[in-house]
């Protein structure tokens, strides 16, 4: 299974290896920035057969292409020397190796769609490399899987996947997150930079309101946060908001709903898949509904209770087990597939 340090495919990563448990025997591979302290410690916590660390580009990077071209000729030699029955690929570009062993590509989110919801229009052409790049690796998949339908419909109109696509929620473990005695600030989780997220959006209002506004992460009010730390920032807000333009499924907020904060999120359709009732959405890209959704809810304890109740039960559909359970199923099923190919 490859992965990266950066953002939501660690924690995902994390999840789901937890969730195998013994099950499978997983040798994790990242590239990109070397996993921090904390993220060393959960490593450790680990079933892994293995675990291998190179520094090579992701990706999504600027100019990536010579570093994914070592770095796929390195699974390459991981696959042979772990005798490996399957590749799970959290980017796309290795997709299109020859591994020789049935090939599951998930699409946690993508630069082409970034740029659609973002922006509001397509990537230019200094992505074209990108773009070929994943839609080979897409083509040479086995198995293409979204976290979200919402997600899995860009991939598809974008890249025209000839193999299997399905969609598998993202899930957290049971006990990781708990609901604890709430607090007057407003939360917001992710990289303070990242359009995306549009966290900047909660530094604009925080003036309009009563409460603190607190962001995790890098750039953010309080910096980089560990994980049990931010697992008791969540217990105690009594509001989270993520006000995003894109956000392929949303792990902070499912920390967050398993928290039980009130969630105020954007108004996009990935979003509104994951949490239907069980949320406030607001445009993601006006700050005078940002600021008035917030401050509404700031002045209605009951109404702020109500959201963090809905979030908590909506939360408990997204767990790791089912996450790993569906996950199995895929892989027995595409392996399966392999061993009758391979006897024809």
Not at 64 to 71: G, H, L, T
């Amino acid at each position: 299974m490859t992965a990266d340090a950066v953002g939501g495919v660690w924690t995902y990563a994390v999840e789901l290896i937890a969730g195998l448990g013994d099950e499978a025997e997983v040798v994790l591979a990242t590239c990109g920035p070397a996993p921090n302290r904390a993220q060393q410690e959960q490593l450790r916590r680990l079933p892994l057969a293995a675990y291998e660390h190179r520094d090579y580009a992701l990706e999504w990077t600027a100019e990536p292409w010579d570093d994914v071209v070592r770095a796929g000729e390195w699974l390459a030699e991981l696959r042979e020397q772990h005798d490996a029955e399957l590749v799970h690929l959290n980017a796309f570009a290795h997709g299109a190796m020859p591994f020789g062993v049935p090939v599951v590509v998930v699409g946690h989110s993508c630069v082409l769609s970034w740029h659609e919801a973002v922006r509001g229009r397509p990537a230019g052409p200094e992505w074209d490399r990108y773009r070929r790049e994943v839609s080979a690796g897409i083509a040479g998949a086995d198995a293409l899987v979204a976290p979200t339908a919402a997600m899995l419909d860009a991939l598809v109109r974008l890249y025209e996947p000839a193999g299997e696509t399905i969609v598998i929620p993202n899930g957290i473990g049971d006990d990781a997150y708990a609901r604890r005695d709430k607090r007057p600030y407003v939360l917001g989780v992710g990289r303070a930079w990242d359009e995306a997220k549009n966290l900047e959006a909660l530094e604009r209002v925080a003036p309009e309101l009563p409460w603190p506004v607190c962001v995790a992460g890098a750039g953010g009010s309080l910096g980089h946060v560990p994980p049990d730390a931010l697992r008791a920032l969540y217990g105690h807000a009594a509001i989270f908001a993520e006000p995003a333009r894109y956000e392929p499924f949303g792990l902070a907020a499912l920390e967050a709903g398993r928290g039980a904060c009130g969630l105020v999120l954007g108004d996009i359709p990935s979003l509104r898949e994951v949490w239907g009732d069980a949320a406030l959405y607001v445009e993601p890209f006006d700050d005078d509904a940002l600021a008035a959704a917030l401050l509404a809810l700031t002045r209605d304890e009951t109404a702020i209770a109500a959201l963090g109740a809905a979030a908590h039960e909506r939360a408990h559909s997204f767990t790791g087990a089912a996450m790993a359970d569906a996950y199995l199923d895929l892989y027995v099923g595409l392996r399966a597939a392999a061993t009758v190919g391979a006897a024809r």
